[in-house]
């Protein structure tokens, strides 16, 4: 466990979708700082895998349903106040053209990727900024700054998060010391990947001047600085790690 700098020693954290991929790195990165984890996913099983891992409480949840957000918020706070959301859950959606989109692929993607974050961040605000004190850090996308050829939904999503970031940011600055942040991955080796179709994956990587995909861990490693509390005077950002790909 760290104590020194960026100590989350004691703090509350949940993290949606943390069964696996960048969620479960996250998970692992709060909880080696010292965090009392919250592992959220819709697979209990294993969510459960990773909270008895990092000695971490698993929470069934599905993300846009308002009573799952209710039950997963009372059972954390049985490990006391919530300090830290992490909004990690999302999905990709259909890879195709807008054209060959129907309206309703379209809302289940911002349904996950968007309205769910909104949900959480408003159900834990009140409390936060009663507090006077919180860290919500939303995994946005690289695809949201600059739009992925056949993820539409997905790009929009990511980049109404980033705005809606900014937007929530600017409306608690000065009222305690509570930041909102968004982090904007470029491709990261998870299983996310695994429902993309090969040719989508390697348009994303030749964008990027590293030449590689990220690892859930260097995503990780962003998300416990902007979740520690010397993080203090960052707040609407949005930290790309995209090895070179957007540098604005």
């Given at each position: 466990?760290?104590?020194g ?10 993290v ?11 998970c ?18 294993q ?68 309205v ?14 009663q ?65 993309l ?22 995503v ?28 604005y």
């Amino acid at each position: 466990m760290q104590q020194g700098n960026f100590s989350l020693k004691d703090r509350v954290a949940l993290v949606t979708g943390g069964a696996q991929g960048i969620g479960a790195a996250i998970c692992r990165r709060l909880a080696s700082a010292g965090a009392k984890v919250v592992v959220c996913d819709r697979n209990l099983p294993q969510a459960q895998e990773v909270a008895l891992e990092i000695g971490g409480l698993a929470v069934q949840a599905d993300v846009v349903e308002e009573a799952d957000i209710i039950k997963a918020l009372s059972l954390a706070a049985l490990l006391g106040p919530l300090d830290i959301l992490v909004n990690n859950a999302g999905i990709t959606g259909k890879s195709a053209a807008t054209w060959e989109l129907d309206r309703a692929e379209f809302e289940r993607v911002l349904q996950v990727n968007l309205v769910a974050p909104f949900q959480w961040c408003r159900a834990v605000l009140p409390g936060m900024l009663q507090r006077k004190y919180g860290r919500i850090v939303n995994i946005a996308s690289i695809a949201g700054k600059e739009g992925n050829p056949m993820l539409g939904p997905y790009s929009a999503s990511k980049a109404g998060l980033i705005a809606l970031t900014k937007s929530m940011a600017k409306e608690v600055a000065g009222k305690g010391d509570v930041t909102i942040n968004s982090v904007s991955p470029a491709v990261i080796a998870t299983p996310i990947l695994e429902g993309l179709p090969q040719s989508t994956v390697d348009y994303m990587v030749g964008k990027i001047p590293m030449g590689r995909v990220g690892r859930p861990e260097e995503v990780a490693a962003v998300v416990h600085f902007l979740a520690s509390s010397e993080a203090s005077f960052t707040t609407g950002q949005c930290y790309d790690i995209s090895g070179g790909r957007a540098t604005y």
